[in-house]
């Protein structure tokens, strides 16, 4: 379910208070930001899972792949005959998800007519598929993420200040891989075993050297480029400990 959220730093500690709070209430928006590789997805996922919600469906629409009107469609669905090729009607992410969770990824890349759209849903809490006449009422709890800042998006006229505060109600902030200290650690060893099992080696830990090293690099992809760099080497070393021979050399300083 994605619900493992590894750490013992101040930071990401803060991190598991807000989800708690969150997930006792009904319908609350959730903002979460961080650098991209932070793990906003698996906060996402967590706020879902643990809720009242985990029974209904979690769906996900990444912002910045669609074009306005295709994201439109994505979102809200379309009527027969609503556009040339609406051959039959089609069922949106927001209506498909009724009584679950709308993960709204890269919401910043939303275009503004499709935000104002959603402002509309939000405030209502229904809508119209496109092309149609009908009002339809669904009950889900939209979790929105960006790597962007929203209010320098919102100040640039990119972004509506308006959506931005409806989706605000509870802001999550992830912190980069750099400032959770021993995490990295923890993480590495989470990684480890688990690549260790999928590909049947024998990888138990990190040496101390190795240790030392992944504490000293400031990790620009977070904890996503520390899953990838276990998992390739997993994947292509072999031994007991992973030790800085199967590290490459940008790790290394070299």
Known sequence: TGEEI??????????RGLIDKVVRSKATSVLITGESGTGKELVA??????????????????????????????????????FTDAG??????????????????E???????????????????????????????????I????????????RLGRFRSDLYFRLKVV?????????????????????????????QKDFADLSPDAQQVFRRYPWPGNVRELRNLIERVVLLEVGEALDTEHLPPELLGR
């Open 171 to 199: 802001s999550i902030v992830l912190p980069p891989l750099r400032d959770r200290g021993e995490d990295v650690i923890l993480l590495a060893r989470h990684f480890l075993r688990e690549f260790s099992r999928k590909f």
């Open 107 to 141: 919401v910043a890349d939303m275009p503004l007519p499709t935000q104002a759209k959603l402002l509309r849903f939000i405030d209502h809490r229904n809508f119209k598929r496109v092309g149609g006449a009908h009002d339809i009422s669904v009950d889900i709890r």
């Open 6 to 15: 590894i750490g013992l730093s101040e930071p990401i500690r803060e991190v």
């Open 45 to 82: 996922r967590a706020i879902h899972y643990r809720s009242d919600r985990a029974q209904a469906p979690l769906m996900e629409v990444n912002c910045s792949s669609f074009q306005e009107a295709l994201l439109e469609n994505e979102l809200f669905g379309h009527e027969k005959g609503a």
């Open 143 to 154: 979790v929105a993420a960006t790597n962007k800042s929203v209010e320098e998006e919102a």
């Open 88 to 105: 039959e009607m089609k069922k949106g992410l927001v209506e498909l998800c009724d009584g679950g969770t709308l993960f709204l990824d």
